[in-house]
């Protein structure tokens, strides 16, 4: 009998056996991929991030791609840059997600049950029984927006506005490489003009990062290809870069309507909807999710009825704030005159640095947990 099963190997699922690895708890990890495995990411972390893990810089440095970041271009498409640069150390790491993960994966201490998919779920008198032989009495569901578990408790999804992106990561070729113009040290951010999305150009040492996300599935490959082919005319990216992009959906925290939980069994990371509204990153409210999740199993002390695990919510609209599915007020203005002020302030040094970087992207404004106090 396991105490805690979760559903999903990423960081949300990792960050939390690692936050309960003293807990004297009986835990397991299922996930359908063997690892290390290929993940739809643009691949980029904040110190804080680190901190929270408790990671060696060095020592995950050695033998993996850690690409510090000092600096942003950020634009419209079409529009000129405006670059925000960050005097001192990194502000931002890029990473590999099929390293991070893995990484992640191997130091949590838990039982690891990868390759191995998630079938069904069924009540018992102590929780759950989870493919017809593995009885605990914690589900937690950790993988990301189409979570199995999250389905089983309900969350269709239907009235959730997602974001859909595709991207593409590759290692450049010799030839590639002597015609990248892309600093490794500024990624850079085009907004798209009808502010329903962004893409991206980020650079990792010999590897490239390029992709589009729209909180709007309609013609989405239209618009990533529009996108790729500007980029192209611009020279930022090659020419004869791979066709084929993955895809990949989240929700973002606002907008996300999902129970998140339920009696023996609840939501973190993605599976939860709980992506910044702004950047759409997905790893920083993963692993925080994850630690406010480990403080509320060990308080709970065995006892997993949704009463007793309500204070998890809690603690995550304490940290995130409350959701509003409904559209904000900013949302609610006409398209052209959104269009009229975003156009404007993202020609300004002021905007695209303290507010688009430092607040959207970056979150300097937020402490880091405290891991420990997990």
Known sequence: MLDVLIIGGGPAGSTLAWALRHAGLKIAILDKENFPRQKVCAGWVTPAVMQELEIDLDDYASGRILQPVNGFRISQIGQKQ??????????????????????????????????EAFKRMERTDHGWCVNGDIETRLVVGAGGHFCPVARAIGAKGVSELAVAAQEVEFEMTAEQLAACNIDTRVPELFFTSDLKGYGWVFRKQNYLNIGLGREDRHRLSSHVQGFIRYLKQQGKVPRDMPEKLNGHAYLLYPHAVRNIVSDNVFLIGDAAGLAYPQSGEGIRPAVESAILA?????????????????????????????????????????????????????????????????????????????SASA
């Open 82 to 115: 405006v670059q925000s640069h960050y005097p001192g150390g990194p502000v931002s790491y890029g990473i590999r997600r099929i390293e991070f993960d893995h990484y992640l994966l191997q130091r949590c201490q838990a039982e690891l049950r990868t390759g």
């Open 294 to 370: 480990a403080g509320v199993i060990i308080d709970c002390a065995g006892d997993f009825a949704a009463v007793q695990l309500h204070s998890y919510q809690e603690r995550i609209e304490q940290r995130f704030g409350q959701r509003h599915p409904e559209p904000n007020v900013v949302e609610r203005l006409p398209l052209g005159i959104k269009q009229l002020i975003a156009s404007t302030l993202m020609k300004t040094d002021w905007f695209t640095r303290k507010i688009v970087t430092d607040r959207w992207f970056l979150h300097l404004d937020q402490k880091p947990l405290n």
